[in-house]
């Protein structure tokens, strides 16, 4: 889970999500506490959807 | 009067036998044994194998340190004026030897040491920093390009004349950066560099990028609501006080933090060690960085097995490749032996 996605790709990262921004990649301090958490749920999830997806090569999980 | 060259070999281009002969013991014969009858003719009589030093390569394994110094020990009664070891090719244990004998002889005896590996043999990543290593094919259909090639580079060593561009064409690069001095200051060679890309032609690099190695995709986890999945993060996260002082920058270590009774990253609990990004956000709340807050919801949930009960940390801030690897190298590990399934890797 990164902000750079060109990094993940180029250090050879094969499931990558990207995220919202460098100093806060799961979070943003302009949103409420419970918007911010509801984010990071969201791409946390995306997370373990992508683990639990099968892929040949280094895909980025945009959807 | 020709230089004198002894030639280490293993226990297979001896002509001995091959892997059930591998833990013979150091044997030395006078003049050319194998391979050394295609390298002899390549010095130009300008040099001259006078020994030959076998070892099986089990043995050498078994007995670095002790093999090390018995080649050592025939440099210096010897009178040898160089060491030409191999080539071994992609051989790991044989190339490793090759590396060794060569490094423990360049350091103990301050004379001209060669071998030749094919860049995927162990023996390169362990030696190349230490010793001048010639690129080889991975098998000794390559002999006839590799021998011309070490005889070249251990000549010009010994002539202590400069070595030409095809000697540094196929010798391995040490990794090791030297000051220049150029009549054009640096924006001059890029500008000139950019102008030869724009138009096609051929440009040398003065600083090549690193190369990072690729893995297979591993396959997905089947059943996530039983699968232990662990937080790794190069973001910097650690316990208040960063106890294992990780460097806010070129990080030499990692730190292994328990947090099996943390529900959620509390500000003044965690901060970020990272000195590359603005620290302000992570260290108001450290769940931005490492999600332990959701995942400990998603743990509760079901819908995992269970959040591994270490995480692990580290700053990627300028932090040399070399060192990543080696900290993900070891981190793995330990997930592994966890029996971990899956690992969530955040980073800045």
């Known amino acids: 889970m990164a902000t750079i996605v060109p990094i993940s790709v180029s250090v050879g990262a094969n499931r990558i999500i990207p995220t919202v921004s460098i100093p806060y990649p799961l979070g943003n ?35 | 009067m020709s230089y004198r060259v002894l030639h280490y070999i293993n226990q297979f281009f001896a002509g001995i036998g091959g892997e059930e002969k591998a833990d013979i013991s150091p044997e030395i014969r006078d003049g050319l044994v194998g391979p050394g009858q295609a390298l002899n003719p390549a010095l130009n009589g300008e040099a001259e194998i006078i020994k030959t030093f076998i ?3 089990n043995y050498f394994a078994n007995n670095i340190d002790a093999v090390c110094a ?30 060794a004998v060569c490094a423990a002889v360049a350091k103990e005896c301050n004379i001209p040491v060669i071998t030749a590996l094919y860049p995927e043999n162990p023996g ?29 580079v251990i000549l010009k060593f010994l002539k202590k004349e400069e070595l030409c561009k095809s000697d540094h064409s196929c010798l391995m690069e040490k990794g090791i950066r030297i000051n220049m001095f150029y009549d054009e200051n640096g924006a001059e060679r890029a500008v000139a560099m950019l102008v030869k890309k724009l138009k096609g032609e051929e440009f ?9 190695d690729r893995v297979e995709p591993r ?10 999945i662990a937080i790794v993060t190069s973001g910097g996260i650690v316990p208040k006080g960063n106890p294992d002082h990780i460097a806010a920058s070129s990080a030499q270590n990692y730190g292994e933090y328990d947090f099996a009774n943390v529900k959620d990253l509390l500000q003044n609990e965690y901060i970020t060690a990272h000195g590359g ?12 960085v490492l999600p332990v807050d959701v995942l400990r919801d998603i743990e509760k949930e079901g819908k995992i097995g269970k959040l591994h009960n270490k995480f692990y940390t580290t700053v ?15 981190i793995g590990q330990k997930l592994r032996d966890a029996n971990v399934q899956a690992v969530i890797l955040t980073s800045t």
Do not use: H, W
């Not at chain 2, 990627?316 to 070891?330: C, I, Q």
């Open chain 1, 29 to 63: 301090p302009k949103l409420n506490p419970v918007e911010e958490k509801n984010l990071r749920r969201q791409l946390v999830e995306k997370a373990l959807k992508a683990l639990q997806t099968d892929v040949t090569e280094q895909t980025v999980f945009t959807e």
């Open chain 2, 55 to 57: 070892c099986g390569d």
């Open chain 2, 70 to 99: 018995q080649v050592v020990a025939l440099v210096k009664e010897a009178k040898i004026d160089a060491l030409i070891a191999g080539p071994a090719f992609n051989a790991g244990r044989y190339g490793t030897a090759c590396g």
């Open chain 2, 124 to 152: 390169v990543d362990l030696y190349r920093k230490l010793i001048p290593i010639v690129e080889s094919s991975d098998s000794a259909r390559g002999m006839g390009k590799a021998v011309p090639a070490m005889a070249s």
């Open chain 2, 204 to 212: 040398t690099t003065e600083y090549k990028m690193p190369v990072f």
């Open chain 2, 219 to 228: 396959p997905a986890v089947k059943d996530m609501s039983k699968a232990t």
């Open chain 2, 277 to 288: 990004y603005d620290q302000t956000y992570a260290n108001e709340d450290p769940d931005r």
């Open chain 2, 316 to 330: 990627g801030n300028g932090t040399a490749v070399a060192n990543a690897l080696a900290f993900g190298k070891e």
